[in-house]
């Protein structure tokens, strides 16, 4: 069983940063890409960001590149997503999710087979 637990949430102003952790049980953790998915309320949950296995490989929402970061270390069994330049429309609940390969570049929920519980970003005006 694969557990993916994020944390790293919180609230921040415009213009701020943070960063979301996910740390993950299971051994097979550096076969799989890893992926970031956010929710806002009334809206249908939406890509943020992936990586392959093997760090080589990212991708980006458009809305988000150039200010985000996704990493990994493979070590510790935890992916990352540094978060700068923050705006409000980037307040949701986010989500890390286990890609269902090791290349995984998708931005579709089907991709990814195990997802987290989610940490609350909130970014005031």
């Known amino acids: 069983q694969v557990q993916l637990v994020e944390s790293g949430g919180g609230l921040v102003q415009a213009g701020g940063s943070l960063r979301l952790s996910c740390a993950a049980s299971g051994r097979t953790f550096s076969s799989y890409a890893m992926g970031w998915f956010r929710q806002a309320p009334g809206k249908e949950r939406e890509f943020v960001a992936a990586?392959?296995?093997?760090?080589?490989?990212?991708y980006y929402a458009d809305s988000v590149k150039g200010r985000f970061t996704i990493s990994r270390d493979n070590a510790k069994n935890t992916v990352y997503l540094q978060m700068n330049s923050l705006k409000p429309e980037d307040t949701a609940v986010y989500y890390c999710?286990?890609?269902?390969?090791?290349?995984?570049?998708?931005?579709?929920?089907?991709?990814?087979?195990?997802w987290g519980q989610g940490t609350q970003v909130t970014v005031s005006s």
């Open positions: 999710a286990r890609g269902n390969a090791p290349v995984v570049h998708s931005s579709r929920t089907g991709d990814y087979d195990y």
């Open positions: 990586i392959s296995w093997s760090v080589g490989n990212t």
